[in-house]
């Protein structure tokens, strides 16, 4: 028996490019939403009080460790770091790290194969990320902690 004939070498470079765009459409997909969230932040400001609705933590009484998050972008938006640090400063710390995963999803994606395995971190990283979160969380709501309040 013969094995089938190859496609020419043409057609398999298109398929091959095919396959790429399909594996980075998620990534993309992804910077694009969050292009668009991050323009519509720049356009209405959340600073004004419920231009964005209402926070149901902070109908409660309390800063979640969310807080805050719509003012700091839109204040990056507006290239001013301090007011972004001080509307959020854990989304702020975790931004770069965001960005990094991000980036390496898109490389993954454009190399293909086993670089496509996901990340998968240990336990003990999804522990301290939700202590992280909860010590910031408890901070901002004491009177002391205030200048960490949204």
């Known amino acids: ?20 765009a399909r594996r980075l459409a998620s990534p993309l ?17 959340p600073h004004a009080g419920g231009s964005w609705g209402r926070c149901p933590t902070a109908l409660l009484g309390f800063d979640c460790p969310m807080c805050g998050s719509l003012r700091a972008v839109n204040d990056l938006t507006h290239l001013d770091v301090g007011a972004a640090l001080s509307s959020n400063l854990l989304l702020m710390v975790a931004l770069p790290a965001i960005l990094l995963l991000w980036l390496r999803r898109v490389v993954a994606c454009w190399h293909g194969g086993d670089a496509m395995a996901p990340l998968v971190p240990p336990v003990w990283v999804w522990w301290t990320l939700a202590a992280v979160a909860g010590v910031f969380m408890l901070v901002r709501n004491l009177p002391a902690g205030s200048w960490l309040a949204s």
């Open 29 to 45: 997909g992804a910077a694009g939403l969050a292009m668009l969230a991050t323009a519509a932040l720049y356009v209405r400001d």
């Open 1 to 20: 028996m013969s094995s089938p004939p190859s496609p020419p070498a043409d057609l398999a470079g298109r398929d091959t490019e095919r396959s790429r």
